[in-house]
């Protein structure tokens, strides 16, 4: 397929995009995913024909994320220029995460509260409503027990999570993770206990439940020493698996023995390390950076 521009659609016109987005199908966390590109076009063609491959994919897996919550958060991306755009299919469908490298969401919090939006005139004529979806987004997933989740990708850009999971699922993942808590009441890498969720969302969540509407950067909860002990504390292997991350992908133990020439055993101990040190967390049986773990990898890269 010609993915060429036409002659008279230049860079910063909002009307076309002129990259391709990438969805990534997990089928499992033991297999690579399914890729399907979809080419540039007209702003509106490209968010149509991007929110509805994604519906189709995650609705044949399992999943029951409607289309037009898909849809909000595809014209989110507006604000981005849709610029390298991932789509990755988690848990039969009922976990979406959008990456992009564009400048990114300055202000999670408001970014989520109803009436807030920085979508320009020449934007709002590409996308439905006002570019305030995220709003619409929260208050949906929330009927449905679902979450949505905000954060910086590793170098520029957004990742927007948004998943839709049984209340039991959810209410057994809080207790698993109190229980680590109570297992594990103290660490030498943080003073707080890593849990499975993004720590800065619950920040976020925080601010939310107290009423503040002042803007809530990510948090940094390791200064500069602690950073600098952490690393030079990494085993040497270290250095070539953390890169291996940048672009917000989930890697398996495999994966990542083959790719870094490290032996399988070497890579599970190794792994292991990074998690007891919260630079990586489990996703199935595949690992993804947390936020201490992004932090470390924009320090060593």
Same mark, same amino acid.
């Given at each position: 397929m010609n993915t060429s521009l036409p002659e008279d659609v230049h860079s910063d016109d909002l009307s076309f995009v002129h990259d391709p987005a990438r969805i990534a199908i997990y089928d499992d966390l033991l297999s690579s995913p399914r890729i399907i590109d979809i080419e540039?076009?007209?702003?509106?063609?490209?968010?149509?024909?991007?929110?509805?491959?994604?519906?189709n994919q995650?609705?044949?897996? *399992? *999943?029951?994320?409607?289309?037009?919550?898909?849809?909000?958060?595809?014209?989110?991306?507006?604000?981005?220029?849709?610029?390298?755009?991932?789509?990755?299919?988690?848990?039969? *469908?009922?976990?979406?995460?959008?990456?992009?490298? *564009?400048?990114?969401?300055?202000?999670?919090?408001?970014?989520?509260?109803?009436?807030?939006?920085?979508?320009?005139?020449?934007?709002?004529?590409?996308?439905n409503g006002v570019g305030s979806g995220l709003p619409i987004v929260k208050e949906y997933l929330e009927t449905k027990h679902g979450r949505i989740y905000l954060e910086d990708n590793l170098d520029s850009g957004a990742v927007v999570t948004i998943t839709l999971k049984e209340e039991s699922e959810i209410v057994n993942q809080e207790k698993n993770n109190n229980q680590r808590k109570e297992n594990h009441p103290s660490t030498s890498f943080t003073q707080r206990p890593y849990s499975d969720q993004p720590s800065q969302i619950e920040e976020q969540a925080r601010v939310s439940q107290e009423g503040h509407e002042q803007a809530s950067s990510p948090q940094t909860y390791h200064n500069e020493e602690h950073l600098a002990l952490l690393i030079n504390r990494l085993p040497k292997r270290a250095y070539d698996v953390i890169p291996l991350f940048s672009t917000g992908d989930i890697w398996g133990v495999k994966d990542i023995s083959s790719v870094a020439d490290i032996p399988l055993s070497s890579t599970h101990a190794l792994m292991k390390k990074l998690e007891e040190s919260g630079i990586v967390r489990k996703f199935g049986k595949k690992w993804e950076l947390t936020d201490l773990g992004k932090q470390i990898y924009k320090k060593i890269k």
């Open positions: 540039p076009n007209t702003t509106k063609e490209f968010i149509y024909s991007l929110a509805t491959e994604i519906y995650a609705r044949d897996a *399992g *999943g029951s994320i409607p289309y037009t919550v898909i849809t909000q958060v595809v014209e989110n991306y507006i604000h981005a220029r849709f610029n390298e755009m991932v789509v990755s299919i988690f848990d039969g *469908g009922n976990t979406i995460r959008f990456t992009d490298q *564009g400048p990114g969401i300055k202000d999670k919090a408001k970014a989520q509260q109803p009436g807030y939006s920085s979508a320009t005139r020449e934007m709002k004529e590409y996308i």
